[in-house]
């Protein structure tokens, strides 16, 4: 993935957070960023994003629960689900907004 890209994704993402969830926390950790609902409470962390050579996975906690309408979650494990962005119009096309408001339970 190119850094311009990943950069501007990063900045769209972290708007978006602190925009919809301002107390949310954001922790650098496993070699990406997760948020937490509560700060300073691991037990909260709603998921995060990671940036890869190819895309950034944007990571949910619980995404196996969510409604996934336009199906644009990925992954098979019990509880999480992830989103692969590979260009800036993926965070609008694949709805990004609408599976953070999920994951953060609003």
Known sequence: ???STAQALTLLIEELVCDLYPDAARVDKYGGVLFEAVAGDASTQVGGYF????????????GAGFDDPAGVLEGKGKYRRHIK???IADFHSKQLPYYLKQAFGS
């Open 1 to 3: 993935m190119e850094i």
């Open 51 to 62: 940036i890869y050579s190819a895309h950034m996975s944007v990571e949910f906690s619980h």
């Open 85 to 87: 962005l590979r260009e």
